[in-house]
């Protein structure tokens, strides 16, 4: 490629080996002949490595489109809205919009702090956790399948599948195709099912009765857009929740500075969003000839936008490897930029913020179990796998 401005560097969101530092490869790329990185894994893509960059192409539609889909390599479906472009991604995003509202999340959030305490009550009394696999994970799923409009006995089900679709797909295909057809077969029973059942006032709901140019979707229809939801109600923002807690337990001084006041919660949690990064990337498709990051463009050319890249970029954000509670980072990438900017960004932020205070309340002595290393997933979104702490054991808030 003679007329391409790139620094060659083979990086892969499904390799388990960068999953555990993605950052400082990209910042080698960045720090390289030109921040535009280009990568021969997953048949070649380009991946930006400055916050401008990956601004840009989160901004520009028209030059990077989401029609050919989001994920690297291809989904077996079309998610949506995310795979779409306005003017349909905006017609979809109406329509899902109410069910997302900041007044909507802050409206749940009795029902959230019920959640928290109940998950927190199941171990509180052992003196040790594991905090992703006993309070994050399950606590993120409680909140938000009634919103979908899941049942909660399916939980485990639904998680199980979902992540290891998440991240095993390039590990065994025949089984994620497997698991992509359970999966279908559920949504679109259950959308079935919902169809002749009384009504209720969720996502699900909202889809069995909405119409598009004058007729109600289809089964397959409401499936593409639910299983989105569930891969965010399963996965993204518990990787926000762990991975604050995981800074929490090793800076007992940020948690006293919380507790007392000094820093405001607001502040931290997007510093936390920015520093954690739940998902690290998205894709997109070149539709026309564009330069980005001092490289050259052709249509069809693939883009890997790497969130984390933007988060981490020295130019926009001072010191960037380190978490900085007070610090301003609410230009941070974690949940996007342009018109697919996160649609559960409102409901991530009030669960993160129940998440941090009920435990800085009730077990605010926890700390990083001895010998505990991190390890993390690989994929679009990376997340501790296991978080083990140790604390004073307390009482318990039910007597069930």
């Given at each position: 490629?003679?007329?391409?401005?790139?620094?060659?560097?083979?990086?892969?969101?499904?390799?388990?080996?960068?999953?555990?530092?993605?950052?400082?490869?990209?910042?080698?790329?960045?720090?390289?002949?030109?921040?535009?990185?280009?990568?021969?894994?997953?048949?070649?893509?380009?991946?930006?490595?400055?916050?401008?960059?990956?601004?840009?192409?989160?901004?520009?539609?028209?030059?990077?489109?989401?029609?050919?889909?989001?994920?690297?390599?291809?989904?077996?479906?079309?998610?949506?809205?995310?795979?779409?472009?306005?003017?349909?991604?905006?017609?979809?995003?109406?329509?899902?919009?109410?069910?997302?509202?900041?007044?909507?999340?802050?409206?749940?959030?009795?029902?959230?702090?019920?959640?928290?305490?109940?998950?927190?009550?199941?171990?509180?009394?052992r003196?040790?956790?594991d905090?992703?696999?006993?309070?994050?994970?399950?606590?993120?799923?409680?909140?938000?399948?009634?919103?979908?409009?899941?049942?909660?006995?399916?939980?485990?089900?639904?998680s199980?599948?979902?992540?290891?679709?998440?991240?095993?797909?390039?590990?065994?295909?025949?089984?994620?195709?497997?698991?992509?057809?359970?999966?279908?077969?559920?949504?679109?029973?259950?959308?079935?099912?919902?169809?002749?059942?009384?009504?209720?006032?969720?996502?699900?709901?909202?889809?069995?009765?909405?119409e598009?140019?004058?007729?109600?979707?289809?089964?397959?229809?409401?499936?593409q857009?639910?299983?989105?939801?569930?891969?965010?109600?399963?996965?993204?923002?518990?990787?926000?929740?762990?991975?604050s807690?995981?800074?929490?337990?090793?800076?007992?001084?940020?948690?006293?500075?919380?507790?007392?006041?000094?820093?405001?919660?607001?502040?931290?949690?997007?510093?936390?969003?920015?520093?954690?990064?739940?998902?690290?990337?998205?894709?997109?498709?070149?539709?026309?000839?564009?330069?980005?990051?001092?490289?050259?463009?052709?249509?069809?050319?693939?883009?890997?936008?790497?969130?984390?890249?933007?988060?981490?970029?020295?130019?926009?954000?001072?010191?960037?490897?380190?978490?900085?509670?007070?610090?301003?980072?609410?230009?941070?990438?974690?949940?996007?930029?342009g018109?697919?900017?996160?649609?559960?960004?409102?409901?991530?932020?009030?669960?993160?913020?129940?998440?941090?205070?009920?435990m800085?309340?009730?077990?605010?002595?926890?700390?990083?179990?001895?010998?505990?290393?991190?390890?993390?997933?690989?994929?679009?979104?990376?997340?501790?796998?296991?978080?083990?702490?140790?604390?004073?054991?307390?009482?318990?808030?039910?007597a069930?």
């Amino acid at each position: 490629m003679p007329d391409r401005n790139f620094t060659q560097a083979d990086y892969n969101h499904h390799d388990p080996k960068i999953a555990q530092d993605p950052y400082g490869f990209l910042a080698k790329v960045r720090g390289g002949q030109c921040p535009l990185g280009h990568s021969d894994e997953l048949g070649g893509f380009y991946f930006p490595t400055t916050y401008d960059g990956v601004k840009r192409v989160f901004s520009d539609y028209r030059t990077f489109t989401s029609n050919e889909g989001a994920g690297l390599p291809a989904q077996l479906v079309r998610f949506f809205p995310v795979d779409l472009d306005p003017p349909n991604h905006t017609r979809w995003r109406r329509t899902l919009n109410r069910f997302f509202t900041q007044e909507a999340a802050e409206a749940d959030r009795p029902r959230i702090q019920g959640l928290a305490d109940k998950l927190i009550d199941a171990f509180v009394e052992r003196g040790s956790a594991d905090l992703v696999n006993e309070f994050t994970r399950p606590f993120l799923a409680m909140t938000m399948l009634p919103v979908i409009g899941c049942p909660d006995d399916d939980r485990p089900m639904l998680s199980e599948k979902l992540m290891w679709m998440v991240h095993n797909r390039l590990v065994d295909h025949d089984g994620w195709v497997r698991r992509y057809t359970e999966i279908g077969d559920y949504l679109m029973g259950l959308a079935a099912a919902r169809r002749v059942a009384p009504r209720r006032d969720d996502l699900l709901q909202c889809l069995i009765e909405e119409e598009f140019d004058g007729k109600r979707l289809s089964d397959m229809e409401v499936y593409q857009v639910l299983i989105l939801a569930l891969f965010g109600a399963l996965d993204s923002t518990s990787s926000a929740m762990s991975g604050s807690l995981f800074h929490l337990g090793q800076h007992p001084e940020d948690k006293r500075r919380l507790l007392s006041g000094e820093v405001a919660w607001p502040v931290a949690i997007e510093e936390f969003l920015r520093f954690t990064t739940p998902i690290q990337t998205l894709r997109r498709t070149v539709v026309q000839e564009t330069e980005l990051d001092g490289g050259a463009l052709h249509p069809g050319d693939i883009v890997l936008c790497i969130n984390g890249a933007a988060n981490r970029d020295p130019d926009k954000f001072a010191d960037p490897d380190r978490c900085i509670i007070d610090r301003d980072a609410r230009d941070h990438m974690s949940f996007g930029s342009g018109a697919h900017v996160c649609i559960g960004r409102h409901y991530a932020r009030v669960m993160i913020d129940t998440c941090l205070k009920t435990m800085l309340g009730r077990i605010g002595d926890y700390r990083i179990a001895p010998g505990f290393t991190p390890d993390y997933t690989s994929s679009e979104a990376r997340a501790l796998k296991t978080l083990m702490v140790e604390f004073t054991p307390g009482p318990r808030l039910s007597a069930g």
